[in-house]
Structures are given as C-alpha cells and as structure tokens.
C-alpha cells in the first residue's frame, strides 16, 4: 500500500540557516510526488512536484526538492529560511491515474529570530 | 475572489445535529473531493468525485455523506454529528486531462468543524 512518512512532527530553524524537511514515500511505480505548504488559517498550496526527469526540482518561494529513487526519498531545502517560511509542510504522493492523493501527517515548522 | 470557496468557515454544533459544509468552485475542474484534516494525522479522504454522476468513498466516509449538486458544487453532510468529526475540513479540486493528469491539488481555506 501507499504511505508517505515525515519523520519529523516540528522542526525549528534560526532566519537564514539552512532547512531540509524529510520525506518518505512507499510506491510500487514510479511516483508522482508532491511538497504542498499550509499557512496558518489558509488551505494548503503546492511548492512544488516532480513527475518524471530531472531529480532535482525547483518550486516556488525559493524551495526545491530532490527526489532520490534509492532511499524512497523527496526531501525538501531551502538555503535559508525567512521568518514567513513557519508553516506546516506536507509530502504527497499520488497514485497512477492521479486521483487519489496520500498525505504525509506534516511537518510543522518554527522560525526563529 | 477564491476559486475554491467553503462556507461556513466556522461551525460549532452539538452531538447529533445534522451539518452540512458546501464547497463551490470556479476553476472548470470535474474532479472534487473532501477532506479532513487531524494533528499528526495529515489529510485523509473523505469522498472525492469525478463528475457530477460519480461519486466514491474515501478512506474514511463512515459517519458522511455527499452531493455533487453541479459541476462546481460539492457539499459534505454529516447526518447525526459526533465529537470526533470535531476536525478541519477541506474541499480540493483537480483537473483531468488525458495525457497531462498531473493530479495537483487546489484547495479551499477550510471549514473548521467543533461538535460539542
């Protein structure tokens, strides 16, 4: 069966350090995979996704992922963090047929002065 | 305006009251789905349809209901509310296109639900 796993419930990061947020995935086939972000009070909004090609993916406010078929992997970086980057991020996966979409339980993310 | 709308935002109600949350949509989309959102759990599906004659459970429909009214409606009913469907709710839309499927998903701000 599908699953995709964060292992981390809440990151913190100072502003400007470095982020990566980790991401696990389990999928029979190659796998279409998604990082969506959720601002507090708002619906989620897609960073970025990576269907096929290139393993290293750019998305929108400076994020990138790279997707790593050996390790089940699609981690998330960003070189540094800005204070409006505290959210909680979720990885995604999808099935063949794009229909049905499994969420990972989401990492929160603090940024500190 | 939002492309995908939910009302209400906020609802508290009391154990076994019926409560209905409506999502529309002016994206074009055919595909609609609902879910609920938990802490440390994600989102889970609830229902999700891919036109207006097709409707299918999720993993977690028991206690739920849904209508897809039009093409850009798709209403989530609980019948006899119960406190553990106190959660977050999202309504999400997506496109289908032969050969360009990307399965990304919109989604509206949310409706959070408190059963008392």
């Known amino acids: 069966a599908q699953s995709v796993t964060q292992p981390d419930i809440h990151i913190t990061v100072s502003e400007g350090a470095s982020l990566e947020l980790r991401c696990n995935y389990s999928?029979?086939?190659?796998?279409?995979l998604f990082w969506y972000v959720q601002s507090p009070g708002q619906g989620l909004q897609l960073l970025l996704k990576?269907?096929?090609?290139?393993?290293l993916v750019q998305g929108i406010k400076g994020f990138e992922a790279e997707f790593k078929r050996s390790q089940s992997s699609f981690n998330l970086r960003k070189p540094s963090v800005h204070w409006s980057d505290a959210a909680e991020y979720f990885c995604a996966v999808v099935n063949t047929g794009g229909f049905k979409t499994i969420f990972g339980a989401g990492t929160r993310l603090f940024v500190k002065a | 305006d939002a492309d995908v709308t939910q009302t209400p935002r906020n609802r508290i109600t009391k154990t076994g009251k019926r409560i209905m949350l409506e999502c529309s949509q002016t994206k074009g989309h055919d595909r609609m789905y609902w879910y609920r959102q938990d802490p440390g759990l994600g989102l889970r599906l609830i229902y999700y349809?891919?036109?207006?004659?097709?409707?299918n459970k999720g993993e977690i429909s028991d206690g739920y209901s849904v209508s897809r009214q039009a093409q850009a409606k798709f209403s989530l009913s609980l019948e006899s509310a119960i406190p553990n469907q106190t959660a977050l709710y999202f309504c999400a839309t997506s496109e289908w296109r032969t050969g360009t499927n990307t399965g990304e998903l919109f989604f509206g701000e949310g409706s959070r639900l408190t059963v008392l």
């Open positions: 349809s891919f036109d207006v004659k097709d409707i």
């Open positions: 999928y029979g086939a190659t796998p279409y």
């Open positions: 990576y269907f096929s090609g290139d393993t």
